[in-house]
C-alpha cells in the first residue's frame, strides 16, 4: 500500500502543478481583460464614481442639509393663509436645517470620554441632532403638500382612507380633532408594518416619532403655524388647512410607499 501511495505522488504533483499553470494562465488572461475593459470605459467608470462620491460626500467642507424651496407658495394665493404667515414659517423651517448642519459639524469633534446619560456634550448634540433634523423634515413634507385645492383624495389614496376611517367626512373630523389634540405634528403615514394608513401624533420633533411610517399628509399643529394669522383659534387654522391639501402629492407619496414598503421615501416637492 506504502509503495502503491508513492506512485500515485508524482501524478498527483503533476496534476497540481498542471492546474496551478492552468490557474495562472486564466489569471493572466483575466488581468489582461481588466486592463483592456478598463481603457475602453475609462471615461464611464470616472463619471460614475464621481456621480457617487457626489452622493455620499460627508467631506468638512460641504453641508450635509440644504433647505429646500418653497418660495412658490408666498407667490400663490393660500386660502386662509397670508404670505405673512407662510413666510415666517419658512424662516423657522431654514433655521432648523441651519442648526442641524451645525450640530453635524459639532459631532465631529465632540468628546467621547465623557459619555453620560445624565449629562455628556455627546448625549446632549445626539438629542438636539434628531430635534433640528426631524424639524426640517417634518417641515418639508408640510411644506410640499400644501399650495392645492384642498377638496377630496381620489383614487388609491382615497380608497386606502375609507378603508381605515369608514368615509371622508370620518377622516376628515379624525383629522382635524388630532391636530386640536396634538403640541406639535400629526402624521397620516402608510405604516408599513402592517401596510395600512394609520395617523399618529407628536408633541415634539422627536417625541412619539413612529417607525417605519412613510408620511403621507404631515399637518403642523406648533402654534408659530397659525399665530400670524388666527392667534390661538386653531380650528380656524385647521379648517385653512383643509382648503389647501394637495392631494396629488399625498398620493404621490402613497403610491411611492406602497410600491417600496421596506424604504423611506423622500418628501415630494
Not at 66 to 86: P, R, T, V, W
Request: aromatic share 10%; hydrophobic share 40%.
Amino acid at each position: 500500500m506504502i509503495n502503491e501511495t508513492k506512485q500515485c505522488q508524482p501524478n498527483l504533483i503533476n496534476e497540481t502543478e498542471a492546474q496551478n499553470q492552468s490557474e495562472l494562465t486564466r489569471r493572466d488572461v483575466l488581468l489582461m481583460g481588466a486592463v483592456t475593459a478598463s481603457t475602453l470605459f475609462t471615461s464611464k467608470a470616472v463619471a460614475k464614481a464621481a456621480s457617487q462620491a457626489s452622493i455620499v460626500d460627508t467631506s468638512s467642507s460641504a453641508e450635509p442639509y440644504i433647505a429646500k424651496d418653497f418660495a412658490h407658495l408666498l407667490s400663490k394665493k393660500l386660502e386662509g393663509l397670508s404670505q405673512s404667515q407662510i413666510s415666517q414659517h419658512l424662516k423657522l423651517y431654514q433655521g432648523y436645517v441651519k442648526k442641524a448642519n451645525e450640530i453635524h459639524r459639532k459631532l465631529k469633534d465632540v468628546d467621547l470620554v465623557s459619555a453620560n446619560p445624565t449629562y455628556s456634550p455627546l448625549r446632549e448634540l445626539l438629542v438636539e441632532q434628531s430635534y433640528a433634523l426631524n424639524g426640517a423634515i417634518y417641515h418639508e413634507y408640510y411644506f410640499a403638500n400644501l399650495g392645492g385645492k384642498g377638496g377630496e383624495a381620489t383614487g388609491d389614496l382615497r380608497a386606502a382612507l375609507d378603508d381605515r376611517f369608514g368615509n371622508w367626512s370620518k377622516f376628515a373630523d379624525y383629522l382635524k380633532a388630532a391636530g386640536k389634540s396634538m403640541r406639535g405634528w400629526v402624521i397620516v403615514g402608510y405604516n408599513t408594518r402592517i401596510n395600512r394608513i394609520e395617523t399618529f401624533g407628536l408633541d415634539l420633533h422627536n417625541v412619539y416619532t413612529p417607525a417605519n411610517i412613510v408620511p403621507i399628509l404631515v399637518l403642523d399643529v406648533y402654534e408659530h403655524a397659525y399665530m400670524v394669522d388666527y392667534g390661538i383659534d386653531r380650528a380656524k387654522y385647521l379648517d385653512a388647512f383643509m382648503q389647501n391639501i394637495d392631494w396629488e402629492i399625498a398620493a404621490k407619496r402613497f403610491m411611492a410607499a406602497i410600491k417600496n414598503p421596506c424604504c423611506l421615501v423622500e418628501p415630494v416637492a
